[in-house]
Each structure stands twice: as structure tokens, then as C-alpha cells.
């Protein structure tokens, strides 16, 4: 089964990871299926030597591509509490567009006390709740 995922789970990282990253993204995974390096331009950098942005945006994008990979078996809603603090307004941007694309082909459900942050996901349903 995990030899099954890894493949699939793996290029759509690297989908949704290019609207963010660029073009040359390429991601390995480890064996526990977590996301080990990163080549970008023709360099390969460790998850650990990334920037915490870096970091935080590779795990949504992991998030988004499980959580669209099971929506078609039925799956389950992504959820994201007050996500991209470390991100900088340009990756803010491209984040959206990842959100937006994912969005497609499940449910994903951000709460946030800075919904500025999340402008660029286009068509979302925003729910703001009374203070």
C-alpha cells in the first residue's frame, strides 16, 4: 500500500508545489512520507535547511495533495488554523493560487484572524464569525 501512494502522493506535490516554488520543483519523500529535499533550479537543499517559510508552505502543499488524492474515494476536508504566518506577500499570492487549485477536488477549510492573508485563493466561501 505505501509503495502504492508514493508515486501519486509525490507528483502532486510537485504540481501543486510548482504554482508556489516554480517550474523545476522537485520533491523526495522519505519513508515516512514526508517531504526529505527539495530541488529547485538544480539544487537540492534538506527539508531541515529550508527557511520556516519554505518549510510551513511544503507542508500545506502536502496537506492539499493528500487531501485531494483521497477526495476521490470519498475523502475528508483539510483543515488550516491561522496557516502562513512565515510567508512572505509573493509566496502569500502563489499559496492561494495552490489553495485554489486543491480546492477543485476537496474541501479545504481555513480559519484565520487575518483573512487578508488568504485574498488571493479567488472563489472562496468566507464565513466571518460575529466577535
Do not use: K, N
Not at 78 to 102: H, K, N, Q, S, Y
Request: proline share 5%; glycine share 10%; net charge negative.
Amino acid at each position: 500500500a505505501h509503495h502504492r501512494y508514493v508515486t501519486p502522493f509525490r507528483e502532486r506535490i510537485d504540481q501543486l508545489g510548482r504554482i508556489v516554488f516554480g517550474p523545476t520543483l522537485e520533491v523526495e519523500l522519505d519513508d515516512e512520507l514526508r517531504v526529505a529535499r527539495r530541488t529547485l533550479d538544480g539544487v537540492t537543499v534538506g527539508f531541515e535547511q529550508l527557511s520556516t517559510g519554505a518549510q510551513e508552505q511544503l507542508g500545506i502543499i502536502s496537506r492539499l495533495a493528500c487531501a485531494t488524492i483521497v477526495a476521490r474515494d470519498g475523502g475528508a476536508p483539510v483543515i488550516f488554523d491561522d496557516a502562513l504566518g512565515w510567508t512572505d506577500p509573493r509566496r502569500l499570492e502563489r499559496m492561494g493560487a495552490a489553495i485554489a487549485v486543491a480546492g477543485r477536488d476537496c474541501q479545504i477549510i481555513v480559519l484565520t484572524c487575518t483573512p487578508g492573508r488568504y485574498a488571493s485563493v479567488g472563489s472562496a466561501t468566507v464565513i466571518q464569525l460575529p466577535a
